[in-house]
Each structure stands twice: as C-alpha cells, then as structure tokens.
C-alpha cells in the first residue's frame, strides 16, 4: 500500500506544483500587495522567505511595471519633510525614488541610499542617492569605516576584499561615504561591497573624486540632488573590424572590471519650476586631472542605451518640465 501511495503521490508531483504557482499568483493578484505579498511569502520555499526584507517587499508581487516610484520609500516612521530636512531614520522614510527605479530587480536598501545589485558581475548595477546640505554634514569619520562583504548576497555571488587584493585597482564607491557624514552608521554602509567596483586608482583618487565634490557642491544651489551612479561595459573595435565588450575579472569570485562609469544627476530647480538633468561618462582609466568635468557631459539617451537602463519616463511622473545639460561637442559616448 505504501509503494502505491508513493507512485501516486511521483504522479501527481507535477501537477501539484504548478497548482502551487498558480495558487500563488492568483492569490497575489487577487488580494493585492498586504494580503496578497504575505501569503505568497508564507508558501515561498523556506530558503526564500530568509532572504532579509527589501524594498520590494512593500510594493506589489505583480505586476512590476504598476509600481509607482512615489510608492517606493527608504523604510522609516513618517513622512519626509522636504529639501533640508535630515534624511536619517528619525526623519521618516525619504522618497529617494521620487524620480523613479532605473530598473527593477535585486533592490538593496540602506540608511542614505538604494542600489540594484548584479549577482553576475559581482558590482552593482545603480546606486541612487539623494543629497542636501544636511546629509553632507556631520562628524562621521571615515577612518572608522571597513570595507566589508555584503551579508545580504549568496557567498556565490558577493564580492570580498581578497578579491581586490594586489589586483592594481581601487575599491571605488558609487555612493561616496563623503555624501553621508551625517551618521556613521550610514558613512558605514557605502563600505558595503555591493556599493564597491574596481576602479582605476588615477580615476578614483582625482578626476573622479572631483565630480564627486561637485555633486556635493550643487546642494548649495538646489534643495535637494538626486544623484545615479553605475558601471558600464561598453564595446570597442577590433582588428577583425566588429566590436567586442571586453573586461578583465578580479580575484576568486571574478569580479568584473567595468570599461566606463555613469553618473546621473537630477537637480531640483528652485520655486517648483522643475529638475536640471547632466549625465556623465567616464572611462575606468587614467584621465589628465586638469580635464574639465564638462568634457564628459553626455545626452541621457546615451546613458540609457549604453547601461540598459530608463530615466527620463522615471522623472516625467513627477514633474513635465525637464532641463538638460550636456557637451555639444560630445553627442556620443567616446572612449576618451
């Protein structure tokens, strides 16, 4: 009788399992992203519902493209108060996604910012901050910072320090602990390896390190500075004449060495009158250090094509009235 009951229950295996998914799906639609999010958690595989909770976690299961950037907050206990005010935990939830999610998937959060994780690359894919002269102030010390693995990442697919280790690159951040001196615990969270690429130590420690002080100097004119930074992988010619996207890759869990970098600002215009949106590009090399920022001035499309990734649809649910600001002389990204 056992063995029948065994052969019956391999038989309906298939069955039961698509009933299973179906039944999840249904219920989520069904009954929303409360009701519906929590009971397709409840009949999640158990390693799944120890993954630590996420943004994603408040917006609706499906469909992704209904969720709306307004919807998407920084965790916290009440609502933020406007340009000025402090961004820490006290402060209520920030709409860092005022502006919309460049993409969706592998959503980490922290206290001053919010990034999309690549588990194939090792790197993250956007980090999105959002400066005032406030979060730019404090006495957090650098110093007191290490770099440190991402505990939210498969061992699989993190990054570690060994991996850096006599590779000649530098541990770049994509959110600048300097952004985030208001608290050390937050100053801390930009040593997350998720917030970390290799990055050339010429770049890093001067061409790159200027625009990151410029990003910083703007709050003094704008309310508040929302600001997207990433890598790219851009293809070059080859002797055969095609074009290939080639990188090397670092340490034992091949950490992949980007070809350029993006970084993206949305500056909020005083008086409601709207944002100013530059869009820059860099390659992971050394540049001369005298070479002014604006030479790497790029239209958005060019960012948006190169890195897979949406802005401009993002910013016109919140605001029709866009400024943007780029180099004449550089309609396309070049490797410089």
Same mark, same amino acid.
């Given at each position: 009788?056992?063995?029948?009951?065994?052969?019956?229950?391999?038989?309906?295996?298939?069955?039961?399992?698509? &009933?299973?998914?179906?039944?999840?799906?249904?219920?989520?639609?069904?009954?929303?992203?409360?009701? +519906?999010?929590?009971?397709?958690?409840?009949?999640?595989?158990? @390693? @799944?519902?120890?993954?630590?909770?996420?943004? /994603?976690?408040?917006?609706?299961?499906?469909?992704?493209?209904?969720?709306?950037?307004?919807?998407?907050?920084?965790?916290?206990?009440?609502?933020?108060?406007?340009?000025?005010?402090?961004?820490?935990?006290?402060? +209520?939830?920030?709409?860092?996604?005022?502006?919309?999610?460049?993409?969706?998937?592998?959503?980490?959060?922290?206290?001053? *910012?919010?990034?999309?994780?690549?588990?194939?690359?090792?790197?993250?894919?956007?980090?999105?901050?959002?400066?005032?002269?406030?979060?730019?102030?404090?006495?957090?010390?650098?110093?007191?910072?290490?770099?440190?693995?991402?505990?939210?990442?498969?061992?699989?697919?993190?990054?570690? &320090?060994?991996?850096?280790?006599?590779?000649?690159?530098?541990?770049?951040?994509?959110?600048?602990?300097?952004?985030?001196?208001?608290?050390?615990?937050?100053?801390?969270?930009?040593?997350?390896?998720?917030?970390?690429?290799?990055?050339?130590?010429?770049?890093?420690?001067? !061409?790159?390190?200027?625009?990151?002080?410029?990003?910083?100097?703007?709050?003094?004119?704008?309310?508040?500075?929302?600001? !997207?930074?990433?890598?790219?992988?851009?293809?070059?010619?080859?002797?055969? +004449?095609?074009?290939?996207?080639?990188?090397?890759?670092?340490?034992?869990?091949?950490?992949?060495?980007?070809?350029?970098?993006?970084?993206?600002?949305?500056?909020?215009?005083?008086?409601?009158?709207?944002?100013?949106?530059?869009? *820059?590009?860099?390659?992971?090399?050394?540049?001369?250090?005298?070479?002014?920022? @604006?030479?790497?001035? !790029?239209?958005?499309?060019?960012? @948006?094509?190169?890195?897979?990734?949406?802005?401009?649809? &993002?910013?016109?649910?919140?605001?029709?009235?866009?400024?943007?600001?780029?180099?004449?002389? /550089?309609?396309?990204?070049?490797?410089?």
């Amino acid at each position: 009788m056992c063995d029948v009951i065994r052969a019956r229950l391999k038989q309906l295996a298939p069955v039961l399992s698509v &009933n299973m998914s179906l039944l999840r799906t249904g219920l989520t639609l069904a009954l929303g992203a409360g009701v +519906g999010a929590g009971l397709s958690a409840l009949l999640r595989p158990t @390693e @799944e519902r120890l993954i630590p909770d996420s943004l /994603l976690s408040m917006c609706p299961v499906l469909p992704v493209p209904s969720v709306q950037a307004a919807e998407l907050k920084v965790p916290g206990s009440g609502p933020w108060s406007g340009p000025g005010s402090s961004p820490g935990p006290g402060s +209520g939830p920030v709409a860092l996604m005022k502006y919309g999610f460049p993409s969706l998937s592998h959503i980490k959060t922290r206290q001053s *910012y919010v990034a999309a994780y690549d588990p194939r690359t090792r790197l993250p894919l956007w980090v999105l901050e959002r400066l005032d002269s406030t979060c730019i102030s404090g006495q957090s010390d650098r110093s007191k910072s290490q770099f440190r693995e991402d505990p939210s990442v498969h061992e699989f697919h993190r990054a570690t &320090n060994a991996d850096f280790r006599g590779s000649g690159f530098d541990r770049g951040h994509m959110a600048a602990a300097a952004n985030h001196k208001w608290s050390q615990s937050a100053m801390d969270d930009t040593f997350l390896l998720t917030n970390i690429v290799p990055q050339d130590p010429d770049l890093n420690q001067r !061409v790159w390190n200027r625009l990151e002080q410029m990003c910083r100097s703007l709050t003094k004119r704008h309310g508040s500075v929302f600001v !997207v930074t990433g890598p790219l992988f851009l293809p070059r010619p080859q002797p055969d +004449g095609r074009l290939y996207v080639t990188y090397p890759v670092l340490g034992h869990n091949h950490v992949a060495v980007p070809t350029h970098f993006f970084k993206v600002l949305i500056l909020e215009l005083p008086d409601g009158q709207g944002v100013e949106l530059r869009s *820059y590009v860099m390659p992971n090399r050394p540049i001369p250090e005298q070479t002014p920022l @604006e030479h790497f001035l !790029v239209p958005i499309e060019t960012v @948006e094509r190169a890195s897979g990734l949406l802005f401009v649809q &993002n910013i016109q649910r919140a605001t029709k009235s866009i400024r943007t600001v780029h180099h004449q002389n /550089l309609p396309q990204i070049k490797d410089h």
